[in-house]
């Protein structure tokens, strides 16, 4: 069966750009194609796009907001800093393998409390998108949306994941129990360890929450079923029955 994206190709096979028209004759290609069987329009054609952004993301905050959802995810799970990996074996040796878990426990509830945030972030970032980013996603490789987003809202969910993180590691007792990780270390070891743990747990948030929007991209382009409204399905199926 032919796949959205190898109509969308076609379509843009057949075009000659030309100066500020470049946006409109791209969404008018791919008009074209869907017309036949589906009669959408340019705007529907875009909303369709703005609808998949909006279940993708909504779909990865509440996945990794859950309890666990960073945590038990192999994938993202956050692990002791890079630099401190020698603090761990130390400790773990040494028969403190309790306090690492809870350091690395606790890093991971911040950044599922900090993921709740970020569903606001990214519809503000589907709401503003334009005409040419639409054209940008449609003929871009598998992640063009999830680089749009992160594009568009980096600077925001640092700035918005921040606070939240901070917060929670103290609630969650992971700057207690990183202060203890390491100080405990520290006491057997010339090379004192220092980091900045709100930072360093933000950015695995951050990578987290991109990974898993990349994730739900995949599927939205790929598999029927998580095309979950009327106007997913008309977008990204209507030439499905058109098989080769």
Known sequence: MKKILLLITLAFSSITFT??????????????IYGGAGGLSNPEIVSGLKQALTVGTNNSSQQLSALDGFFKNSAIKILVPEEAKKVESTLRSLGMSSLVDKAILSMNRAAEDAAKESSA????????????DAVN???????????????KTTVQLTESFRPVIDKALKNTNATKYWGDVTTAYNQFSSNKVTTDLTAYVTQKAMDGIFYQVGLEEQKIRRDPVARTTELLKKVFGSQLAQGS
């Open 137 to 151: 996603i449609l003929k871009g490789g598998d992640f063009a949306a999830t680089n749009y987003f992160k594009g």
């Open 19 to 32: 100066g500020c028209d470049t946006a409109r004759q791209v969404l008018e290609g791919v008009n074209t």
């Open 121 to 132: 972030i990214f519809i503000n970032a589907v709401q503003q998108m334009t005409i040419t």
